[in-house]
C-alpha cells in the first residue's frame, strides 16, 4: 500500500449536492467568477491536497436550470486562470474524447501543463449523455462500444504527441544561435479508424515528462482503456467489498498490459458531509435535502436508468427492472455502485440515497467517523486516495482542510509537505 492518501478536491458546481447553491453563504452566480476558483485553489493547496479537479458539463439537460450546471466552465481556462497563484497543486480537467480533437485537446493540455510547469492532469471521459450529440452536430450520442473505440485511438495520439519533443531537443545556445535540434522532434505520422494526425506537438515535454491521464470509466471497455493507459483511475464505488474488487481488477489489468500494478493509483469518489459531531452532520444533511426536494430521487434514477415513479422510497430498488433495460445509455459504473450497494446491504431506495452522495459513496458524520472510514478503506487495500465530492463549495471545502486533513495527518495517512515540484512526484508516479 502507498504511504499515504491521496487526495484530491472535486469541483462540480458550487457543490456535490443538488441544494448546495441554496445553503452556501455567497450569492448564486459568484462561481460565475474568478475569485470562487481562487479561494478553492488556495484552501486546498494549503491543506497539501494533491490536486484540484474539474468536471465538465457540455449539454444544460441534466441540471435542467434547476441547480447550478456542475461543469458549466472550460476545466481547462479556470485551472490556466488559477495556476499562477498555485505553486504544487495539481491542475486537472475533464474533457471528453467524444466531442473533442486528439490534436487541439493535447495542445491545451500541454499548454496548462507548461504554465503550471507540470502540474496538468486530464481526466478522460467518453460522453454519456445523449442532449451532448445535438450541441456538436451529431445525433444521436454513438453507442458505447464506438465511443470507446474512439477513445482508445484518440489517448493514444494525445500521448504520441506528449512524446514527440525527445527532452534532448532543446539546446537553446545563444552563442551559436541553435534554439531546438529539430532532429530530436519527430512527426508522429498517425493515421487510423478516426484520426490522421500527422504532428508534432507544438511544445516541448513540461517538468513532469507528460500531463497525469486520469481515467473515469467502470465499464468492461473503461476499464481497459484504464489498466492500459491512465496513470490514476476515478471509480464510483459505494462498498469496501466492491471497491476491494474493482481495484485488484484494474490493478490486475495494468499488470497483464506490462505494467506495474504500483504505477496506476485508485481513487473512489467521496462526499463527507461534515459536522461537529455526528448530530451536526446529520442536520446539515437533512437540511440539505429539504432544500433540494426531489432532486436525489431525480439524480438516482437517471443513474439507474428507471423513471421516479418506479422508485418507491421504501422499497429496494427494482433490481431486475434496472438490469432489463437494454436501452440504458448511462454511466454504469454510476448504475453498478447504487445496485451493490443496495443489494449488499439491502437498502431501501430511501436508505441508498443517505449513503450514496450523487452516485458516490457518502459518510454523513464527525471528522473522526469520515477519517474512520478513509483509514479502513485504505488500510484494506480499496483504494489509494480518495475523490472528494464536496457538498457545498467553498464551506465544504473548508470543512475538510480544517477539520478532517488534520485529524488524517494526525493519524499518519496524509501529508504535511508536498512530495515535490509537479504532479507526478506528489501522486508518487
Not at 491536497?49 to 458539463?57: E, I, M, P, V
Not at 498555485?86 to 471528453?96: K, N
Not at 432532486?295 to 428507471?306: D, I, N, P, Q, S
Request: aromatic fraction near 6%; charge should be neutral; glycine fraction near 10%.
Amino acid at each position: 500500500m502507498p504511504a499515504g492518501l491521496i487526495l484530491n478536491a472535486v469541483v462540480l458546481g458550487v457543490g456535490m449536492h443538488p441544494a448546495a447553491w441554496r445553503l452556501r453563504r455567497d450569492a448564486a452566480f459568484s462561481s460565475l467568477g474568478l475569485p470562487f476558483y481562487q479561494q478553492i485553489a488556495r484552501d486546498a493547496e494549503a491543506a497539501c491536497l494533491h490536486a484540484l479537479f474539474l468536471a465538465d458539463t457540455l449539454s444544460v439537460g441534466e441540471e435542467n436550470f434547476e441547480r447550478p450546471n456542475l461543469g458549466a466552465m472550460d476545466p481547462l481556462l479556470a485551472l490556466a486562470s488559477i495556476a499562477g497563484a498555485t505553486s504544487h497543486l495539481g491542475l486537472v480537467a475533464t474533457a471528453s474524447t467524444t466531442f473533442s480533437d486528439p490534436f487541439s485537446l493535447a495542445r491545451r493540455v500541454s499548454t496548462l501543463d507548461q504554465l503550471s510547469a507540470g502540474r496538468a492532469g486530464w481526466n478522460v471521459v467518453t460522453t454519456f449523455v445523449p442532449d451532448v450529440a445535438a450541441n456538436f452536430g451529431r445525433a444521436p450520442l454513438p453507442p458505447a462500444h464506438e465511443r470507446y473505440a474512439r477513445a482508445e485511438e484518440f489517448v493514444d495520439v494525445v500521448r504520441a504527441l506528449w512524446h514527440s519533443w525527445s527532452p534532448e531537443a532543446l539546446i537553446g545556445n545563444k552563442a551559436s544561435g541553435v534554439y531546438v535540434d529539430g532532429s530530436k522532434v519527430r512527426a508522429i505520422d498517425h493515421h487510423g479508424a478516426h484520426f490522421d494526425v500527422r504532428g508534432p506537438a507544438t511544445l516541448p515535454r513540461s517538468a513532469q515528462g507528460a500531463p497525469v491521464l486520469f481515467q473515469a470509466g467502470s465499464s468492461e471497455a473503461g476499464r481497459a482503456l484504464a489498466a492500459r493507459t491512465a496513470d490514476v483511475v476515478f471509480t464510483a464505488q459505494n462498498t469496501l467489498a466492491g471497491a476491494k474488487a474493482f481495484r485488484a481488477d484494474i490493478r490486475a489489468r495494468a499488470q497483464a498490459f506490462g505494467r506495474n500494478p504500483d504505477s496506476i493509483k485508485v481513487l473512489p469518489g467521496l462526499l463527507p458531509i461534515i459536522g461537529g459531531s455526528e448530530a451536526e452532520a446529520r442536520a446539515r444533511k437533512q437540511a440539505l435535502d429539504e432544500l433540494g426536494g426531489d432532486a436525489e430521487l431525480k439524480k438516482l434514477a437517471l443513474r439507474v436508468g428507471v423513471p421516479v415513479s418506479e422508485l418507491d422510497l421504501d422499497a429496494p430498488l427494482p433490481v431486475e427492472r434496472i438490469r432489463a433495460n437494454s436501452a440504458f445509455r448511462g454511466a454504469e459504473g454510476f448504475r453498478n455502485a447504487a445496485l451493490e450497494l443496495g443489494i449488499r446491504a439491502d437498502l431501501t431506495v430511501r436508505e441508498i440515497l443517505y449513503r450514496n452522495g450523487g452516485g458516490h459513496l457518502q459518510v454523513v458524520g464527525s471528522p473522526e467517523q469520515v477519517a474512520d472510514t478513509m483509514q479502513q478503506w485504505h488500510a484494506e487495500g480499496a483504494c489509494d486516495g480518495f475523490n472528494l465530492m464536496v457538498d457545498v463549495l467553498p464551506e465544504g471545502l473548508s470543512a475538510v482542510t480544517a477539520q478532517l486533513v488534520p485529524l488524517l495527518q494526525r493519524r499518519n495517512l496524509f501529508r504535511s509537505e508536498p512530495n515535490g515540484p509537479t504532479l507526478r512526484s506528489n501522486l508518487g508516479l
